[in-house]
């Protein structure tokens, strides 16, 4: 009983600990811009002013929010981009403060919490489960990405390959 108890607890650490966060702080993917907004002005690491933080694209109707948190001495955040797809945030980009923490300090955090990741690059590193897409991409940047949202757009977009694109498949596969 004591080995079953025990296999059991392994396990229940090893599924939480691949379990990503949807967002961080109180910035969640799947909200509306107006929660968003409530949850921005109640957490000052961020440097949000209003709405003269909120843009439209008049060519897709997509609502952007831009912050500049570098003027708070306390964040560890630069600026922060909050991204909407049909009127739910879809995106969070959070350029962190390259004076007061380091690429390796954050991306060993992620490790130690959620795994090793599934993409790396010298670029990015890429954590991923069925609902988040989680990056840290160099020099210093967090992406928490909405993953069904992503692979909707990519699947509904008739992009091709480049043929450097294809190319470099092929030497992959050859390999």
Not at 28 to 34: E, V
Not at 66 to 82: I, N, P, V
Not at 123 to 150: C, G, H, M
Request: glycine share 4%.
């Amino acid at each position: 009983m004591k080995k079953l108890l025990a296999l059991a607890a392994v396990f229940c650490t090893a599924f939480l600990a691949f379990s990503l966060p949807n967002g961080y702080s109180g910035a969640h993917l799947g909200m509306d811009i107006d929660s968003l907004k409530d949850a921005l002005k109640k957490d000052h690491q961020f440097g949000y002013r209003g709405d003269r933080d909120v843009s439209l694209s008049p060519s897709d109707g997509q609502t952007l929010i831009e912050t500049d948190a570098s003027q708070y001495g306390y964040s560890f955040l630069e600026r922060c981009w909050f991204q909407f797809s049909d009127d739910k945030l879809s995106v969070i980009t959070l350029n962190l403060d390259r004076s007061k923490i380091d690429h390796y300090s954050v991306f060993s955090k992620l490790c130690e919490k959620y795994g090793n990741p599934n993409e790396l690059s010298p670029k990015k590193s890429v954590w991923r489960d069925e609902n988040v897409i989680l990056s840290l991409e160099k020099p210093l940047t967090l992406k928490y990405v909405d993953a069904k949202t992503f692979d909707s757009k990519k699947n509904s977009s008739n992009v091709q390959k480049t043929t450097a694109e294809n190319a470099r498949d092929e030497f992959l596969d050859s390999l």
